[in-house]
């Protein structure tokens, strides 16, 4: 199966051990000086490695690899013991992998492995990334809730619905950019998902609120963006492992612009699964010219 899974850079790789360190899933191991997968079932692809490494040598990129194997993770590293399996427990918490973290406690419960679960439940939301220097903080996988949200009670109170949602904004997650962007991410299980063209968000001035409430984003440019056969696979594997709801491509009047709705039409033919797609066209000025299921 195509996933995310990191990739690293032998050249780079300064044999630090930083990342062997920051691996507690057991991915990674030391052999001739540096860093190497030694098995992709236990990479799940979420990038703790990568702030680790002082000198950029990981990555992530989308590529066939094994499936992620939650329960072989688990039964490898609880010899390590509790502060390991619990450290573990919360890396899939923060990055919102609730399906996993659940598949993790149900087989630790049923071993009898009495653990403080409810330190993991419990913990706070992680505090926002700091970038090193060598690490691009663009593909740390990030659920929150949209701004529209947060506004409080004395506000709305006193305050007109549309005065408060001027400028709110209805973003719910991070990467939005689809080469970064893990298409199995837990913001996308079941989501109606909104793919729209770079230039869409700048033109048509009430974007959030009309097109992006309560929906997962995806942006893409079809003509400058590189590699967009790996943009067909990604919305495959929306549609075939993350049972997205629906699809609206949202593009401009260019013509340019007609390749997304192109790429997601054959993502959707070769899934296998049909789902409502719904295309929507801006027009350079900024007014909706066409909305239409496809």
Same mark, same amino acid.
């Given at each position: 199966?195509?996933?995310?899974?990191?990739?690293?850079?032998?050249?780079?790789? +300064?044999?630090?051990?930083?990342?062997?360190?920051?691996?507690?899933?057991?991915?990674?191991?030391?052999?001739?000086?540096?860093?190497?997968?030694?098995?992709?079932?236990?990479?799940?692809g979420l990038g703790a490695c990568i702030g680790d490494c002082p000198v950029g040598a990981i990555t992530l990129e989308e590529r066939e690899a094994e499936p992620y194997d939650e329960?072989?993770?688990?039964?490898?590293?609880?010899?390590?013991?509790?502060?390991?399996?619990?450290?573990?427990?919360?890396?899939?918490?923060?990055?919102?992998?609730?399906?996993?973290?659940?598949?993790?406690?149900?087989?630790?419960?049923? +071993?009898?492995?009495?653990?403080?679960?409810?330190?993991?439940? +419990?913990?706070?939301?992680?505090?926002?990334?700091?970038?090193?220097?060598?690490?691009?903080?663009?593909?740390?996988?990030?659920?929150?809730?949209?701004?529209?949200?947060?506004?409080?009670?004395?506000?709305?109170?006193?305050?007109?619905?549309?005065?408060?949602?001027?400028?709110?904004?209805?973003?719910?997650?991070?990467?939005?950019?689809?080469? /970064?962007?893990?298409?199995?991410?837990?913001?996308?299980?079941?989501?109606?998902?909104?793919?729209?063209?770079?230039?869409?968000?700048?033109?048509?001035?009430?974007?959030?609120?009309?097109?992006?409430?309560?929906?997962?984003?995806?942006?893409?440019?079809?003509?400058?963006?590189?590699?967009?056969?790996?943009?067909?696979?990604?919305?495959?594997?929306?549609?075939?492992?993350?049972?997205?709801?629906?699809?609206?491509?949202?593009?401009?009047?260019?013509?340019?612009? #007609? #390749?997304?709705?192109?790429?997601?039409?054959?993502?959707?033919?070769?899934?296998?699964?049909?789902?409502?797609?719904?295309?929507?066209?801006? #027009?350079?000025? #900024?007014?909706? /010219?066409?909305?239409?299921?496809?």
């Amino acid at each position: 199966m195509k996933r995310t899974i990191i990739k690293i850079d032998e050249e780079l790789c +300064n044999g630090c051990e930083a990342c062997v360190t920051g691996c507690h899933e057991g991915a990674l191991q030391m052999i001739d000086g540096k860093a190497r997968m030694v098995s992709e079932l236990f990479c799940d692809g979420l990038g703790a490695c990568i702030g680790d490494c002082p000198v950029g040598a990981i990555t992530l990129e989308e590529r066939e690899a094994e499936p992620y194997d939650e329960i072989a993770v688990i039964q490898r590293i609880v010899p390590k013991g509790e502060k390991t399996i619990l450290a573990h427990l919360k890396h899939l918490k923060d990055h919102d992998e609730l399906d996993l973290l659940k598949q993790g406690v149900r087989w630790l419960k049923l +071993n009898n492995y009495n653990l403080d679960f409810a330190s993991v439940h +419990n913990a706070p939301a992680p505090a926002p990334k700091v970038a090193s220097v060598c690490a691009c903080p663009g593909s740390d996988e990030i659920s929150f809730t949209p701004a529209a949200e947060k506004i409080p009670a004395f506000r709305m109170a006193s305050t007109s619905a549309s005065a408060v949602n001027e400028n709110a904004s209805q973003l719910r997650h991070w990467p939005v950019q689809l080469h /970064l962007l893990n298409p199995e991410a837990a913001y996308f299980k079941g989501a109606d998902v909104v793919l729209a063209a770079d230039c869409v968000a700048f033109s048509f001035a009430d974007f959030h609120n009309r097109f992006l409430a309560g929906k997962t984003l995806a942006i893409a440019c079809p003509k400058l963006d590189s590699n967009k056969e790996s943009y067909i696979e990604k919305i495959k594997i929306m549609i075939q492992n993350s049972f997205i709801n629906t699809l609206t491509v949202i593009i401009m009047e260019v013509p340019c612009c #007609g #390749g997304l709705i192109q790429l997601a039409t054959k993502a959707v033919n070769e899934s296998g699964r049909k789902i409502p797609v719904k295309l929507i066209v801006i #027009g350079t000025r #900024g007014n909706v /010219l066409k909305e239409e299921w496809v």
